[in-house]
Each structure stands twice: as structure tokens, then as C-alpha cells.
Nanobody
């Protein structure tokens, strides 16, 4: 059984940086592909980035060059380093552990964190 808890969200000015963390319980953390999703008010949830159990990564076009996803299997923790933030990045960010495969919107049977709010505003 995997439990996920996000942290690190908050209010930041445009151009600023934040690092999100996702702490996972369970000894099987290392076998899952992990992903960050986000959902802005009034919009559908979207895949931001994912990292495979082997360390391969993929990013949405909107965050390429600005965000970096990483994982530390020894600490059962995944991270999202977010640089050059802009107001369009404002959303609730969700940690996800894919039960089978990473999908564009995520699946109900995946493991999900409760979300952390990121607000980019002057």
C-alpha cells in the first residue's frame, strides 16, 4: 500500500521558484512510475511531468526547460523543481504513482496525494 503526501506549495512572485516534494510510504515505492499533475481553476487536470522507475523523464511542453522532476528511492520521495514560474502555473499540484501506466489525466486506481496549492502572483 502506498500513501502520498505533497508539500512545498505556496505563493510566489512571477519569475520565482518553488520545489515540491512528494513523500511516499511503503516499501514498494521504487517500482512505480511517478508523475506530477496539476489542475487550474476551471480547467481539466493535466500531466506536468513523469519519471519512470528507471529514471527516465518526460515533460509537458508548457514546462520544458523550467521544471525538473526527480526521485530519491532511498528516501521514498519525488520532487518537482519549478523555476521561472508564471501566473499560468497557478494550480493545485498532485503527486501520482501509476498503478500500470502514466496517462494524460491519471486514473482513479492510481495512488494520489491530496494536492498542494501553487499560486504565482505579484
Amino acid at each position: 500500500q502506498v500513501q502520498l503526501v505533497e508539500s512545498g506549495g505556496g505563493l510566489v512572485q512571477p519569475g520565482g521558484s518553488l520545489r515540491l516534494s512528494c513523500a511516499a510510504s511503503g516499501s514498494i515505492f521504487s517500482i512505480y512510475a511517478m508523475a506530477w499533475y496539476r489542475q487550474a481553476a476551471g480547467k481539466q487536470r493535466e500531466l506536468v511531468a513523469y519519471i519512470t522507475s528507471g529514471g527516465g523523464t518526460n515533460y509537458a511542453d508548457s514546462v520544458k526547460g523550467r521544471f525538473t522532476i526527480s526521485r530519491d528511492n532511498a528516501k521514498n520521495t519525488m520532487y518537482l523543481q519549478m523555476n521561472s514560474l508564471n501566473p499560468e502555473d497557478t494550480a493545485v499540484y498532485y503527486c501520482n504513482a501509476a498503478r500500470v501506466v502514466v496517462t494524460t489525466k491519471g486514473q482513479d486506481r492510481d495512488y494520489w496525494g491530496q494536492g498542494t496549492q501553487v499560486t504565482v502572483s505579484s
